[in-house]
């Protein structure tokens, strides 16, 4: 697009601003009802050391320190966290019914590169829920671990806490999708409407 067009354009926007500022207008009212109709949920994290037990004997302790250090034991400790298993005890451990849907109570886990960190992530409608389930997943993983890896112990190195805001919608960036969403469509409407205007006077 050569630097003639781009001042035409700019001219015609010029020339009808009123209506890309009624379409700015429209599309801003249009995101702003949709996010907030849109129900809230909201995340929550802790993050979980992997480390030798106490209980461990100094024979053991050299072992289980170097097995550590293989990414297998940090993989299966984080995809353990996200079972059906660990998930049913985490709700319960949280005073909720264990039958609860993916789609009500999300739970995921990951390992943090290069480190003995899992980090669990949750979502929820209610930020308390979000917070508790979190910390329920470690506990709950700490039991069913211990019983297949008594030589290692989870440890909250992060408590989850409530969240402050919510994870969905994103105000922010929803809104700043609709304003730019409505300058292009405000330039696009203004500028089709001043050539068909230039086209019929002519």
């Known amino acids: 697009m050569d630097s003639a067009t781009l001042n035409s354009i700019a001219r015609a926007v010029w020339r009808r601003w009123w209506i890309a500022a009624l379409v700015v207008i429209a599309v801003m009212l249009a995101d702003g009802l949709i996010t907030a109709r849109t129900p809230r949920t909201y995340q929550a994290?802790?993050?979980l050391l992997i480390g030798?037990?106490?209980s461990v004997d100094a024979g053991q302790l050299v072992y289980s320190v170097d097995a550590l250090g293989r990414s297998?034991?940090?993989g299966t400790y984080a995809n353990m966290l996200s079972t059906d298993v660990v998930r049913r005890d985490a709700l319960a451990l949280a005073g909720l019914a264990p039958d609860?849907?993916?789609t009500a109570i999300e739970i995921k886990s990951a390992a943090l590169a290069d480190s003995a960190v899992v980090q669990i992530t949750t979502v929820a409608s209610d930020p308390d829920i979000a917070a508790a389930v979190?910390?329920?997943v470690g506990q709950a993983g700490q039991?069913?671990?211990r019983q297949l890896y008594p030589?290692?112990?989870l440890t909250a190195v992060t408590p989850a806490i409530p969240p402050t805001s919510s994870y969905r919608p994103d105000v922010t960036r929803n809104l700043s999708v609709g304003l730019l969403l409505g300058l292009l469509l405000g330039v696009a409407a203004a500028g089709a409407y001043?050539?068909?205007?230039?086209a019929r006077s002519s």
């Open 45 to 47: 994290r802790a993050e």
């Open 52 to 54: 030798p037990s106490t």
């Open 72 to 74: 297998m034991i940090v």
């Open 100 to 102: 609860q849907p993916p």
């Open 134 to 136: 979190a910390n329920a």
């Open 143 to 145: 039991v069913r671990m």
């Open 151 to 153: 030589m290692y112990d």
């Open 194 to 198: 001043d050539a068909l205007a230039r």
